[in-house]
């Protein structure tokens, strides 16, 4: 099991929740104060290289027009962590490559940070969240399209060493590319894709030997998920398991009620406002759910989690929470009633969860959590029965 | 209750169309709208007294299918056309609503004699303020219910029962809308061609406008109807994006008055 350190690098300094309709897209950037969020960015940063010094490996995501991340570019903060930090693998998870528009960039960029880090980067490619459509403009009935078409473009650029090739795709067109630098790692680094319940996607990302993600879901819809992405791993006869990664919110204290206190400060992050015109744009989901939309039955992916409270949570393995046995207790038991899994990402800080506090947290899961979950793998042995 | 000539089905451009005709006489195009509404509103009841309404539906809409090439008014315009050549209907009248009324613009800019008249109620399709201005209201940006508020004088007439409603029509709603932004979300809402090719229509043209559409204004109207030559402009008081839905006698007033 590789574990993870992740923050969206919130910036929670809003106005009160009642007087804001969304935090994201269109909330005003004067509210943003450039000396507030230049010390979070420091701070932020400051956890990934105590994370790395700590043992763990180190996430980023990228999301834009929004005061739940400010990592509008995460080539740059990547680059970043690959000066900065010396051991951890880098994941980034993802470049939003359905709605940046020039995938050639994104390949170079890539190539980059994985020279300047020798090779510890794992390159994660996502279709965005709904709202971001808003902010990159693009066809919310094309995402899924113009996700692969990029995948593919950035893995022949990645991939082709004998000179320029040309590309005529439905989205990009190019006359000539030989990406300088490429890649470290050989053919390319790890790619890894997120997702939830869309069994088709899961099954194309396992066929490509690709890790397959998936964040603050209930341990039912993980299992689902994995074993869907486990049977088309062997079906394509690819060697070894492939990687599945899940992400919780975790939060480690010495004493319960402070995990609580500290898991409370985390669900900042499942309980962000937006409007409801920007969680589901025409065609983001397919037409049988928007069938369910119209009938009333259907208020978006993450809606159902966000309506329960913190104990609920806890039990459906969306918030690990405690002190570091009861920490240890619920990964085992989520690991096993999902089948296994390969990486555990962590989100150790969100909303207004201090930097005393995060950095506390982190260092109890590195000393005393870490040690006795490393052996998990991503085939769960069933209690009382002989592992696959 | 209409009197159904035929539902059936055409192919143009490969591509298989539903059809429907509805009325008695002279045909009659009917462009609808993004939603539709047109295919089940009292007015058609009035044109269908004395005309034959072709109704297709564009692809992506209705039962028709929709190619990953056609991806904008413009691939439709095409399409259309090739129906009608088919069906011998050249030099029809048409009516187009909003969407429907950016599609006709374009297939007259493409074949001046389609056409005969053409009649036009709130149509997209052309831009004319600079890049930080709009002249069409960001309907997936706004909130839902200020959408509702431009679209309708009397917002109520526009609610519509979803959950009374059997599945298969919904899909086909959630399809449209899917098909809408398909073909529309950017640019927004027009074609920056259209506006240079307005001088090619043929067919005597009538803008028809409700006085509150917040979606596109009166003013908006106006100017497109600059744009086409010999085009007049009615506006229907006390309605918004759908007068004809809104105040189908009054509309049916000026239309009449128009074609006849």
Redesign the interface.
Known sequence: MKVWHFTEMPYPYLPPLDEVSTMW??LPNRIFDPKIGADLYERYLDEYVIADELGFNLMLNEHHQTATCLNAAVPLTAAILARQTKRGRICVLGNPVANRGDPVRVAEEMAMVDCISRGRLDAGFVRGVPYEV?AA?T????TV?RLWEAIDLIVKAWTTHDGPFGFEG?FTHRRAVNIWPRPYQSPHPPIWITGSSDFDAIRKVASRGYTFATFLQPHESVRKMFDAYRSAYRDCGLPGGGGMAYMPLVYTADSEAEAEKGAQELSWYINVKV???YRN???YVP??L??K????AYAGRTAAIRAQGLEFQKEQGVVVYGTPDSVVAQIKRFHERVGGFDHLLMMQQAGFLDHQRTVRSMTLFAKEVLPRIAHLTGVAAPVGAAAE | MLDVVGRNEETAAGIRLELRRVGRWRPLLLLHSEDALECEAPFLDLLTADREVVIPSPPGFGRSERP?WVSSPDDIAYIILELIERRKLGGIDVLGCSLGGWIALEMATKEPAAFSRMALVAPYGAKFVGPTERDIADI?????AEVTRRKWFDPKKGERD??A?P?ER??I???N??????FC??PYMHNPKLKHRLERVRAETLFIWGENDGIVTPAYGRTFADHVPGASFAAIAEAGHYPHIEQPGAFMQCLRAFLD
Do not use: C, H
């Not at chain 1, 939309?293 to 009333?296: H, V």
């Not at chain 2, 997936?140 to 839902?144: C, E, V």
């Open positions: 897209v269109s808003f403009n066809n919310p009935t094309q399209e439905r409007e409801p015109q744009p025409p065609g037409v049988a928007n069938v939309a119209l009938q009333g | 990953d997936w940006m706004l909130p839902p979803y959950k409603m599945e919904l899909s709603i959630a399809r809308n899917e098909s809408f932004a398909r979300w950017e």
